[in-house]
């Protein structure tokens, strides 16, 4: 199935409609989020290189498949955030997010980064996720208690 796959990190204008059909496919986010997902994109498309964001997209035949959303953390010391990794639900379960997460790794640590850092709900939708960061290496380091809402609380993660 993983046959032509191509990863790159500019951005370009489908993008952020892609984003935002990648980030719904998953069925895990809110209307709104779905939104910043796009936003995010089209705020490097306005800024280019003064954007905080940078993306790595990786698609199979031209299509979106997966992406990461990252960029440094203003005002810290080489310490990066990862606001996003999604990969269509088809094309999980195959690597393809270890192997996502792995190359955005990379170039954090290129452009000087020490410490990565991930965070998500505490709600039940979510426990793939976190088990998806433990397994690859990130540690709890942090909860917030109802951050997000009553019962909803903001786990936080980080990599060395």
């Known amino acids: 199935m993983l046959s032509t796959l191509t990863w790159r ?7 952020s409609e892609n984003v935002r059909e ?4 998953t069925q895990v986010f809110s209307v709104e989020e779905i939104r ?9 498309l306005q800024k280019g290189a003064t954007s905080e964001y940078r993306f790595l ?14 960029g440094l953390i203003p005002f810290t010391d080489q310490r990066y955030d990862i606001y996003w990794i999604a990969v269509v639900p088809q094309y999980q379960q195959q690597g393809l997010g270890k192997e996502l997460l792995q190359k955005t790794e990379e170039i954090i640590s290129q452009m000087g980064g020490k410490i990565i850092y991930m ?3 505490s709600r039940d939708i ?7 960061y433990s397994r690859n290496g990130y540690q709890k380091i942090a909860e917030l208690e109802n951050f997000y809402r009553d019962g909803d609380n903001k786990i936080i993660y980080s990599k060395k």
């Open 9 to 15: 990190q500019n951005v370009q204008p489908f993008d």
């Open 22 to 25: 990648l980030v719904a496919s």
């Open 36 to 44: 910043v997902a796009g936003e995010l994109v089209e705020d490097c």
């Open 57 to 70: 997209f990786i698609e199979e035949s031209e299509r979106l498949i997966g992406y990461t959303c990252f």
């Open 119 to 121: 965070e998500t709900s």
């Open 126 to 132: 979510y426990l793939p996720t976190r088990n998806f």
